[in-house]
């Protein structure tokens, strides 16, 4: 067959292409099937993000806790989560920084995690609004946190 693949036969020295009802029904079919996946393609990118949170806040409870065992008690809420690359003023037996980078993570979102020591959910709470960046929502805009 024929050097190039939009290329069907020739036909008394002439090469004959596709027809354009030919390309529109494959661009048709090509967008029915964007229509049916795309959305399940964004609704698993929803839940990957909720599930980055996640793991994001596990790992922010776990420096927490290596710096209580330095420190001998949580930050306190105004000092926050910075406290874990920045020795807070009055820290004696801060050994830091808790974390590898030299910030505190956003969420997936590009928010600020939000640190509230004593929590009211366990001994800290750290959560984050979700994509919504407010308190509540379902799907990804629902709110991740440390006490579930």
Do not use: C
């Not at 024929?2 to 596709?18: L, P, S, V, W, Y």
């Not at 393609?41 to 420096?63: F, Y």
């Not at 806790?65 to 910075?82: F, H, N, R, V, W």
């Not at 509230?116 to 800290?124: L, N, Q, R, T």
């Amino acid at each position: 067959m024929g050097k190039i693949a939009t290329m069907r036969h020739k036909k008394n020295g002439k090469q004959k292409g596709f027809t354009l009802l030919e390309l529109l029904v494959v661009l048709g079919i090509i967008a029915m099937l964007a229509g049916i996946v795309g959305p399940q393609v964004m609704k698993h990118m929803g839940e990957s993000k909720t599930k980055a949170a996640k793991v994001q806040i596990e790992d922010l409870a776990s420096t927490l806790d290596m710096y209580k065992l330095d420190a001998g008690s949580y930050p306190t809420t105004e000092q926050g989560l910075i406290a874990l690359v920045e020795a807070p003023d009055n820290a004696k037996h801060w050994s830091g920084p808790y974390l590898s980078k030299s910030k505190i993570p956003l969420d997936p979102w590009q928010n600020e995690y939000h640190y509230v020591f004593p929590g009211e959910h366990g001994k800290f709470d750290i959560f984050s609004y979700g994509a919504d960046g407010k308190e509540g929502g379902t799907g990804e805009d629902q709110d991740v946190v440390s006490w579930e």
